[in-house]
């Protein structure tokens, strides 16, 4: 069973997309781990905004850098506020 | 395509450090990813002015890249756990040179080629070579293996008719600077300001380590005769010092020898010989004379006397 119907059965959200437009981990507040980005907007140590497939993605903090992009992946570490759709 | 594991497995972790000057870094960023390039650890240190780091086996496609993108790039360094042993490979040459180097040298510098003898006691040059062979001291054994202070005592003690024995090494060459003498070394005081012959002779060697030496080697020296005076100058001034000096003079006794015969030169010379074994004679000439109806031989022994001063 893959990892989103286990979600769907868990949480009986049927209304949960089969393609989502990106998935994001967040270990606690000093990383993040996004996926399916296709691009780096704006990259500030305060805010690095990402393209998506549709829109765009927002992550405030500070001190913030990439640790790792390549292939739609991305790592950012620092002091990680928030998370937010643009 | 199959990727080369055997030889880069090695170098996965290692990362080469860029800086990357220019306008709009962003789209630098997108631009390797679309490349296949994966960038870490990407921070920004101002408008124009980035530091990311590149896996070692992309590093030149990386600086290719950006350098057909016109940015500035420069290699700051290379980083990660195996960097010590990248290091030992990209100068296994040099290191390899250095430890051959190292190695002739210490063993060349260390390794005996031959003797050189100096001094008045090198007239037994073979029984101090003989004795050096018997303890294991020839050529091509190592200065390192034997101890200097050792055998200059155990050369004293073989050779009795030295008083003197000086080990030193002069590159591969072991010097052995020794003196006869066969009466008792008197003590040094100190208190000598000047040093005179006793005898009659030739200078064989004069060493000083403090005064002024009036003779060379090779002069004639006459009873009495100062030979090192008790000063020195300093900044062309005379100062007054003791004296401390070691003189050889090759200096010689007469022996008279009478016979009824002739020829009877070798006689003359052994009966000289005999009668001077306190003296190491080392050269002997005769002169025969007539004496009513005999032979006067007047052999002249010669050796060295050895003068000390201090």
């Known amino acids: 069973m893959g990892f989103i119907e286990n979600i769907k059965n868990c949480f009986g959200a049927d209304e949960l997309p089969k393609e989502p437009i990106f998935r994001a981990v967040l270990f606690g507040d000093s990383a993040a781990y996004l996926e399916n980005v296709t691009a780096i907007a704006r990259y500030e140590e305060c805010e690095i905004v990402l393209s998506l497939k549709r829109g765009g993605l927002s992550v405030r903090g500070e001190g913030l850098y990439i640790k790792k992009y390549c292939s739609g992946d991305v790592v950012i570490c620092g002091k990680i506020k928030a998370l937010e759709r643009v | 395509m ?18 990357i000057r220019g306008l709009n870094l962003d789209r630098f960023i997108n631009a390797a990813k679309n490349r296949g390039i994966e960038l870490y650890d990407i921070k920004k240190t101002g408008n124009k002015r980035m530091i990311v780091s590149v896996s070692f086996q992309k590093s030149q496609k990386f600086f290719a890249f950006a350098k057909e993108l016109c940015y500035n790039i420069k290699k700051l360094r290379v980083k990660g756990r195996l960097y010590p042993l990248y290091s030992l490979y990209r100068s296994f040459g040099l290191i390899i040179g250095a430890v051959i180097f190292a190695f002739i040298s210490v063993i060349s510098s260390d390794t005996l080629i031959s003797f050189t003898f100096t001094g008045s006691g090198s007239l037994y040059h073979r029984e101090i070579e003989a004795y050096l062979y018997g303890v294991g001291v020839k050529p091509f054994a190592r200065f390192s293996d034997f101890d200097l202070q050792l055998l200059e005592d155990g050369i004293l003690k073989d050779n009795p008719y030295l008083s003197f024995a000086g080990l030193y090494k002069s590159g591969n ?27 009659d002779g030739i200078i064989e060697s004069i060493k000083v380590y403090r005064g002024t030496a009036l003779v060379g080697v090779g ?50 010379v052994i009966f000289a010989e005999q009668g001077l074994l306190d003296k190491s004679v080392v050269e002997t000439s005769v002169e025969k004379k007539e004496d009513g109806g005999g032979f006067i031989y007047i052999v002249k022994a010669y050796y060295y006397r050895v003068i000390y001063s201090g």
């Open chain 2, 2 to 19: 199959r990727e080369n594991k055997g030889a880069r497995k090695g170098l996965e972790n290692l990362k080469v450090v860029y800086e």
């Open chain 2, 173 to 199: 060459r072991l010097v052995i600077n020794t003196q006869l003498s066969k009466e008792k070394v008197e003590t040094l005081t100190g208190s000598v300001y000047a040093t005179y012959s006793d005898c």
């Open chain 2, 219 to 268: 002069d004639t020296v006459k009873k009495g005769q100062l030979l090192v005076d008790g000063y020195t100058t300093v900044k062309e001034q005379i100062v007054k010092i003791n004296v401390l000096a070691t003189v050889t003079v090759k200096t010689y006794e007469e022996v008279i020898y009478r016979s009824d015969k002739d020829g009877e030169e070798e006689k003359a």
